[in-house]
């Protein structure tokens, strides 16, 4: 049975560093929040107000293994 699982990602400063070093970054990483909606993984991702690089994710996982690790994936599994 899969489960809610409410998940605050907030960001390093050497992300930004990364973003800028990698121009497909951000294109691979809204493929990947796409393809996660579509598989009822991801079922919602908000940033913070005002945005300092740290959001809310709500993903539908079995277990909470699982959702730690859909929720870095866009981190490192997006060809970092």
Not at 10 to 38: C, G, I, M
Not at 50 to 57: I, V
Request: glycine share 6%; hydrophobic share 40%.
């Amino acid at each position: 049975m899969s489960q809610l699982f409410a998940v605050v990602v907030a960001t390093v400063p050497e992300y930004y560093d990364y973003k800028n070093a990698h121009s497909k970054h951000d294109q691979n990483q809204l493929a990947w929040f796409r393809e996660q909606y579509d598989k009822g993984t991801l079922l919602c991702c908000v940033p913070f107000f005002p945005h300092d690089g740290t959001g809310l994710w709500v993903i539908q996982a079995k277990n909470l293994e699982a959702a730690q690790l859909s929720a870095v994936a866009p981190v490192c599994g997006m060809g970092c």
